[in-house]
């Protein structure tokens, strides 16, 4: 994939979130990665209260350029970029449903977006995956 301009991935951002949540699954199923922030001890979790156990929505994104501009955008300094396998991600989701957990898909710069269950995500994914033959190449259909 070709690496984005700055422009570029601020455009991105500013779509609504269903619009960056389309453009996630298209993209991570054309790459086969997924993008989030990471350090030594695991993965950023964002949360929604004031409890510890309320740290448990996993921010994606379709791109190391973005996963950096939501880091550098929030303040994430100790945090890395990590990347996991869309096979590996898929794993992931049916562990994260059982632990009660959800996935915040592609953030925008105030960390607004689609927040979704994990089954969901992993059945978006799946859906868009089959679009794709055994050597990643998207199949065509006839016209």
């Known amino acids: ?33 997924v993008y989030g922030l990471a350090d030594e001890e695991g993965w950023l979790l964002l949360g929604e209260g ?8 996993l921010p994606l994104f379709p791109g190391a350029e973005f996963a950096e501009r939501f880091r550098v955008e929030h303040g994430f300094e100790e945090y890395g970029i990590g990347v996991v396998d869309v096979n ?13 957990m959800l996935v915040a898909v592609f953030p925008d710069l105030i960390a607004s977006g689609v927040v979704i269950p994990p089954e969901g995500l992993k059945a978006d994914l799946m859906t868009e995956l089959e679009k794709y033959d055994e050597d990643g190449k998207k199949i065509r259909k006839p016209d």
């Open 1 to 33: 994939m070709a690496q984005l301009r700055p422009e570029e991935i601020d455009k991105i951002f500013k779509k609504p979130g269903e619009k960056r949540y389309d453009y996630f699954i298209k993209t991570v199923a054309d790459t086969e990665e």
């Open 50 to 57: 004031e409890e510890a156990e309320d740290d448990d929505i």
């Open 88 to 100: 590996e991600l898929l794993e992931w989701l049916g562990e994260m449903q059982e632990d009660g």
